[in-house]
């Protein structure tokens, strides 16, 4: 167990650092939202039977160039978004279902914060082990 002056006592055993409250949650929704649709977006784009293509022709030996402008793009933006939600501390299970959790706390065990971004609201929470089908009403 350890101590933080703020947030009280808490079991070590935490993946991590930062935790969200229902409140920063619910603030953080159109930002996240905004991520998690242009992952959607990229993801199309990288999987269209074009792009496919032109990856399965990157030869690393030969300079590394990207197959093109739109594939280019789309590897990029997944990588930002990614980048932006992991700093974070946002876990995206699926961007294509929208499926996002945000680590919090309860009764002092790690827990998350479970959203389907096309939902309202966030409104269930889970324990890590469970996942999604331990999703519980908040």
């Known amino acids: ?6 947030l009280g006592w808490y079991d070590s055993h935490v993946q991590h650092e930062r935790h969200y409250t229902i409140e ?5 929704r159109a930002w996240v939202a905004a991520r998690v649709h242009t992952l959607r977006r990229a993801g199309r784009v990288l999987h269209s ?3 496919r293509a032109a990856l399965n022709r990157l030869d690393p030996d030969d300079g590394g160039g990207w197959p093109g402008h739109a594939v280019a793009r789309a590897t990029i933006e997944t990588y930002l978004a990614l980048e932006r939600l992991s700093e974070a501390e946002i ?7 929208g499926l996002v959790d ?7 065990q790690e827990v998350y914060l479970c959203w389907l971004i096309d939902e309202p609201e966030i409104s269930y929470w889970h324990a890590p082990e469970t996942g999604f089908a331990g999703r519980e009403p908040l």
């Open 1 to 6: 167990m350890w101590h933080n002056p703020i």
């Open 24 to 28: 920063q949650a619910r603030q953080a």
């Open 49 to 51: 039977a074009p792009a």
């Open 91 to 97: 876990v995206v299970r699926d961007p294509a279902k």
């Open 102 to 108: 945000f680590p919090s706390l309860r009764d002092g």
